[in-house]
């Protein structure tokens, strides 16, 4: 049955703090400068984090859990990598861009500007190296911005955990389902997600 789960708190950033310090306008002008072709950094409290590359089953149970989502959500309402808005206290120093966001019917998912945390029906982030970091920096950053449903798929221990109740800067609600397990987002109560369905079938053992 699904287990309720304390994370560690880690209220410090993700690096040391005599490093230096970006704002989202600095990160800006650096991307258009042409100094950081071909590489994909993210801004997150600070820091400029680099997006570790994708091996494969990180990348297959992202494409698994975008398929169940745009049949879900609808095609257009699901979006892979792409930035959200935090609370406006973090806006200067963070960008987040989450493996996969699903937004809400009542947004338009063509306009031009970055969804608000009120315009996302599921966040979802896909761990496997940065599993520490999704389930606190980021856990607590997606909470302020009141995100309400926050998943992260935790691909080596084959498991979804789920953030939901955002206050207070923390989720107040934070549930892990195993592969045995399914779960429904809040915005598509009838919609089951087996989490299974995210990783390879285990090999049968040999007695």
């Known amino acids: 049955m699904p287990t309720a789960t304390v994370e560690p708190v880690i209220t410090t950033s993700p690096t040391d703090h005599s490093r230096k310090r970006w704002n989202?306008?600095?990160?800006?002008a650096l991307e258009n400068s042409g100094l950081l072709a071909g590489q994909h950094l993210e801004l997150i409290a600070g820091e400029l984090l680099k997006?570790?590359?994708?091996?494969?089953?990180?990348?297959?149970?992202?494409?698994?859990?975008?398929v169940w989502m745009e049949r879900t959500f609808g095609p257009e309402?699901?979006?892979?990598?792409?930035?959200i808005e935090v609370a406006p206290d973090d806006q200067s120093l963070s960008e987040p861009e989450p493996d996969l966001i699903a937004l809400n019917s009542s947004a338009d998912p063509f306009t031009l500007t970055?969804?608000?945390?009120?315009?996302v029906a599921l966040l979802v982030e896909v761990a496997d190296s940065s599993l520490a970091l999704?389930?606190?920096?980021?856990?607590?950053?997606?909470?302020?911005?009141?995100?309400?449903?926050?998943?992260?798929?935790?691909?080596n221990n084959r498991r979804l955990i789920v953030h939901r109740e955002p206050e207070a800067g923390s989720f107040q609600s934070i549930t892990s389902y195993s592969d045995q397990e399914e779960v429904a987002p809040l915005a598509a109560p009838n919609s089951l997600f087996p989490v299974a369905s995210a990783f390879p079938a285990l090999e049968s053992q040999v007695h």
Not at 24 to 28: G, H, K, M, P, S
Not at 114 to 119: C, F, K, R, V
Not at 134 to 155: E, F, M, N, P, S
Request: with cysteine; aromatic share 8%; proline share 7%.
């Open 24 to 28: 989202r306008t600095e990160f800006n």
């Open 51 to 66: 997006k570790m590359g994708k091996n494969r089953p990180h990348v297959n149970a992202t494409t698994r859990l975008r």
């Open 77 to 83: 309402h699901v979006a892979c990598e792409a930035p």
């Open 114 to 119: 970055t969804p608000l945390p009120s315009e």
């Open 134 to 155: 999704d389930l606190t920096i980021k856990a607590q950053l997606y909470a302020r911005a009141g995100v309400a449903d926050y998943w992260v798929l935790d691909v």
